[in-house]
């Protein structure tokens, strides 16, 4: 009885996943046989069978125990083929019917999902997993050469336990996901493939001296009649504007149009009942007119908002171009235009959204005005779907609009002139991402040699890998069936091409072989090919790393070292930098911070931006130089723009372009524990919070959680008028008192008083209200923090190899796609003891990563 208890009591404390690793999972061969065989045998094993093998396949013979036999790769196929209708062939005699098909489908990805769950458990690791969400989107890009973000319509992933959204046991297969995955890819295809004549643009043309005449024509009558009585009687300039009276001048505070010589301005004006303020476009190329004097005046953090109507075509590039100077004539201070688009379906209805990444700096001067563009993808933003509908007459339909903002820090305003916007813009014809699919060749009038190219050729860029005949006779089998039923050759062959991007061996990032024993074996060059592209660019290898794995050259030390520094020098590793670096820190919390205004009325909220960019760019440029990890604890450097520096009462920064400022001796910042968005996102919004900032100290940096919270402990009761006559230490202390509390706060509880000169939003703080800043605090080892600087103090000297080990984890964790097991361990120590020995530059640990037995075993 005793040791029933004993195991009982054990079996409370245990996770769920502990309890259910205690039963040994089995393959769920009684379905098979009583649900799938049965269907197998009817529609399957005519052709792939005892009799008869097809494509040198026979089904029969398959072992139903995907945990325990050799034949999953097998079991993918035909999964692969059921779930996309390739199988059974069209004019086979017997015909699955849906039920059938469901069954099948639904046991197989069932079974699959087991198999890789069983095989990490019994190897302690694997990598068997799909691409995540936003690995789709960058795969699926560069693959047909696309600007798309097909990704939207597919679920978020969860989070591991290490924070990171490529982990395997996170990254399972629904048949409804798989159905999705099918018209995604038809729905890409359709995007790369054009065809017939190059679509014509339509052009927009205009001055801003016309903008200001449809505004009011009596304004610019007024201008004109000014300049006239200035030349004719020589008068000055002040008598010419004091004899009219001066009647549109005075102080315009928003945007305005503007005569630079005359000085007289009028005020911008838009709305959705201004049907009048709506641009036409034309279809012929405009001729850029020359510079000016009529002018439209953006201050900082105004915007100008130009109606394009219902005007613009459904898809392709939006190329805008404005004319631009800065007002002032000090360089160091120069101004930044973001373009947004909008769309309104009423005048209670309207949507804003970012068009592009990339603001413009505006350094022209005010006399030598200069042209800089946005290229915006219009099938990319949100459009008005109402916009040929509401139709206004002969007018145009006011539905949608650009807006530019001057979001400069420092009171300086933007001049543009004119603003001329060309859609679409194709730079060739057919696009590329139409010739990537298509492409020229001797046999292209014969549908049966060009079918074989196209899809030898898509096949090995999608899989990744070589493709055996068979496998393309396979599709073109799939070819000949639809091709009657098509209206053409491009429609027939991009349906199968959809079923190749629908295909696990696109979607899963997997083994091509399976281990014969439990040995280390190692992986092939198209797995490490695979395997290095996705760690440093969050998508598939291109052509020269797979040329090399074909090679067989990828292995080779020198090869591979060359590879990983060609990688990390293209932009596609910002990538890398963008992800990792969010899911190592978990800086998704920050974009579902709401701060307190009450508390912090004078905040920026385009700071903000800059917040959650510094920890990225602060990655980024430690990766681009091999800086050292430790830069991560401390630096006396970090990444900033003009507003994230004002935030920081740093010396005056121009731009808003993050670049590297070096820190004042003895200043308060350095490394990441005080860049502000890390230090917002562990606030409440109002306050700092100390144990929200130790936690993830703990976690993300030393990679030494904590314990959760036992059940049914009270937060602090701040509505207690004697809790709040407390200070913080004595609040915490007070807290400790509960026994179920203490074990864990001794341990969190130090770190974050640590951080307590930071506000809620990253500002420096001296006091609290009346009271000075008490930030010191002893660990449970004793060892007393004088607030964040004797944190990094103790953290570099003594806690400085916990840190890199830490890192190495996480990273190799991320690389992987999958959690570690204790079984790791001691490779991860071998890494970052190396990492030290070659002074722990973050290049070289990406290189002592991908080097490793962890990286290039199975």
Partial sequence: MKIFCSIFVISLMLPLSLLFALEVPQANLEQFRKAVEPVLKKTCVGCHGPDKQKGKFRIDTLNPDLLKGKDVSWWLEVFDVISNSEMPPEDAKVQLANDEKARIVDWLSSEIQLASQVRRSEKEHTSFRRMTRYEYKY?????????????????????????????SEMLQMTVVQLQQYRHLARKALSLAAVRGEKPKPVYYGVTMKSAAAQIDSKYVAKVEATLQEMQQNKLSLEEALNKQGNTYGGDINGAHFKNRITGQGIGTRWSYGGAKYAWKPITIRPDVPPISTGVVIIPANKKYIFDVGDGLPDSGTMRVRIRASRVNSDSKHLPTLRLFFGNQASNDSRVLVRASNHDITVNAPADKPDFYHWDVSLSEIARNAYRHINKLGQLPNPAEFLSFQNCSSSPVDVQ????????????????????????????????????????????????????????????????YEIRPKCHDFQEAILEVLSGVLASPKFLYIT????????????????????????????????????????????????????????????????RFSHHFTRQWLGLELLDFLKLDKKAHPHFDPLVME????????????????????????HSDYTMVNDRLAKHYDLPEVVGNEFRLVKLPPQGRRGGVLTQAGLLAMNSDGKDSHPLKRGIWLLENLLNDPPPPPPPAVPEIDLADPEILKLSLKERMEDHRKDPACISCHVKIDPWGIAFENFDAVGKWRDSIGKDPVDSTSKLFNKHELRGMNGLKEYLISERQDQFARALTHKMTSYALGRPLTFGDRSLIDQISNKLKQRGNGLVDLVILIVQSDLFQLK
Avoid: C
């Fill in 610 to 633: 800059g917040m959650k960019e510094e920890p990225i760019e602060f990655f980024g440029e430690i990766l681009k130089s091999n800086r050292s990890v430790m830069d991560f604890l």
């Fill in 416 to 479: 543009v002139d004119y603003l001329e916007i060309t859609a679409p813009v194709y730079e060739e014809w057919p696009p590329k991402s139409h010739t990537q699919i298509f492409f020229e060749s001797n046999n292209k009038n014969n549908e049966k040699k060009y079918a074989r190219e196209v899809l030898a050729k898509f096949m090995r860029r999608a899989w990744r890998r070589e493709i055996s005949s068979q496998e393309i006779d396979q599709k073109l089998t799939l070819f």
């Fill in 511 to 574: 083994l091509s072989s399976e281990p014969k024993n439990k040995e280390n074996q190692r992986i092939s060059d198209f797995e490490l090919a695979n395997r290095l592209s996705f760690f440093l660019w969050s998508s598939m290898p291109d052509d020269e790393l797979l040329d090399l794995a074909s090679r067989g050259k990828l292995r080779n030390d020198v090869v591979i070292n060359e590879q990983i520094k060609r990688l990390l020098d293209d932009p596609k590793s910002e």
């Fill in 139 to 167: 795969a699926i890009q560069d693959l047909l050469g696309l600007p798309h973000d097909l990704s939207r319509d597919l679920p978020p992933e969860s989070v591991s336990e290490d924070g990171f959204k490529n982990s």
